[in-house]
């Protein structure tokens, strides 16, 4: 064998011998997961395989995320209790013996009592659209995946303003029936001018019983008249037959709502594919997950009031229902060339954590014993807190189509729908009772929500 034939030789069994390393390497690389590593050219062309389907990688790092436009469900309710008033804003008329004054005397009719309703009976939250975020991170390994998944917001918000410029100026226009079970909203009124028009204040209190004595200000001594020239020395009694009932008015009441939604959660699924199988077509997968969420709901219930029989007031109300537990969770996955198409639908058993919190502040410049004012009802500042607990299940379906851009990035549009049962919204809870408020006691998780909407963002691999 010659020296050249000997060289050649030599340099084949190098060149088998470097290859086989290789080959060895790269099987070992395989099982450490090098596969992970990434080549960052996310905006490659996408790889097809023989079925036309994008080559997905084994394992790696992906980030999602989801602008949202949603909508929840509004929870109607009525401003003030289900009941009736026996408040009265006319000067005329006397409920409780049932005299009428017309022109300086009193003649005994039959009046029965006015059953006064208030006005706000489908007051705010309703239903609004809001947006927000959602964020998922995952990091998946062959068939196994582990999913973050941050909620922000959205936060569902309206408000409205009640009330109108009327000729009673004294009293508004916008009623709430308070329960009143300590009589704090009788006073004397001050509405007919010394000339007989309404709503025309003189500074001293209507003659409701026609006797002649005008509440604490005096007698009327002249014949006819309409206002008290005299007042005794000796008697300085006030006439409580001219003190009525007034009923709990505002003349503007604002409301405002607000929800605010947020929430994580941590997922480990399971991919069940049949791709490893010999056959063409095989573009369906599902899969399985389990893992535990927390979601905060924090709904607020603001109303403020002027003018009107209880002038400033105030009263806000704030429930944090907070939800934790495990969850369960599985998705539907059709492939079909760039598209893909995802249906899946999640479910906690949540624990419900209901914080209560309610400030309130009624008659802010309330002078008792003023005129078309409550004589006993003073300014009452409160604050009410409580916690409940109960079981709110909460149900979630997701539907997205992804469309697969370049090698590392796809497009997604999709619509969410979650329902929550046996929450607490504040502005059922309130109990509209003077002076102090509070909440209603059997209300406590007997309300429920449903959002819906739609979601659209990117997904990256990498």
């Known amino acids: 064998m010659t020296v050249r034939k000997l060289t050649r030789w030599l340099a084949a069994c190098l060149l088998v011998a470097a290859g ?16 992970c590593e990434h080549d960052m050219q996310w905006f490659a062309p996408v790889d097809f395989d023989f079925d036309c389907e994008p080559i997905q990688r084994g394992c790696g790092y992906g980030f999602s995320y989801d602008r949202l436009v949603w909508a929840m469900t509004g929870e109607r309710n009525r401003i003030g209790t289900a009941g009736t008033s026996n408040g009265s804003l006319a000067p005329w008329r006397q409920f409780l013996t049932g005299r009428f004054l017309a022109d300086g005397t009193a003649t005994p009719v039959v009046i029965p009592p006015p059953d006064l309703l208030g006005g706000l009976d489908s007051a705010p939250p309703n239903a609004v659209f809001d947006w927000g975020h959602r964020y998922n991170f995952s990091y998946y390994n062959g068939d196994e995946a582990w999913n973050i998944n941050v909620l922000d917001g959205p936060t569902f918000a309206n408000q409205q303003l009640y009330g109108s410029e009327t000729q009673d100026t004294i009293y508004g226009s916008t009623m709430i029936v308070f329960d009143d079970p300590q009589n704090l909203m009788v006073g004397w009124i001050d509405v007919v001018g010394p000339l007989g028009g ?3 204040p003189d500074g001293i209190a209507d003659d409701i019983d026609g006797d002649g004595q005008f509440g604490p200000d ?25 003190l009525v009932t007034l009923p709990v008015s505002f003349r503007f009441l604002g409301v405002r709502q607000a929800t605010q939604t947020r929430g994580i959660e941590l997922m480990r699924t399971h991919r069940l594919s049949n791709l490893h199988k010999m056959t063409k077509d095989q573009n369906n997968t599902v899969e399985i997950g389990a893992g535990i969420r927390y979601f905060r709901m924090r709904d607020d219930f603001d109303v403020a009031g002027s003018g009107g029989t209880m002038g400033l007031s105030f009263w806000d109300t704030r429930v944090t ?7 369960i969770s599985a998705q539907w996955n059709h492939q079909n060339k760039r598209w893909n198409l995802g249906v899946g639908g999640r479910f906690m058993f949540a624990y419900n954590m209901q914080d209560f919190e309610q400030n309130t502040a009624l008659g802010r410049d309330l002078v008792p014993g003023q005129y078309n004012r409550p004589l006993y009802m003073v300014t009452t500042v409160t604050d009410h807190g409580k916690q409940e607990n109960d079981f709110s299940p909460t149900a ?41 408020m509070g909440f209603i006691d059997d209300q406590a998780g007997k309300q429920n929500v449903f959002m819906n909407g739609a979601n659209f963002g990117f997904d990256v691999n990498f």
């Open 20 to 35: 086989a390393d290789r080959a060895a390497a790269q099987a070992t690389d395989a099982w450490c997961e090098d596969c």
């Open 198 to 200: 309404a709503y025309q």
């Open 218 to 242: 005096g007698y009327d001594l002249d014949s006819p008249g309409r206002e008290p020239d005299s007042i005794l020395l000796d008697d300085q009694r006030g006439d409580f037959d001219d």
């Open 321 to 327: 229902n907070n939800l934790l537990g495990p969850q």
């Open 396 to 436: 979630e379906i997701r539907a997205d189509l992804n469309y697969q851009l370049t090698r590392a990035i796809a497009l997604r549009i999709g619509y969410t729908a979650m329902f929550i049962d046996n929450v607490s919204r504040a502005a059922s809870q309130v109990r509209y009772e003077l002076p102090r």
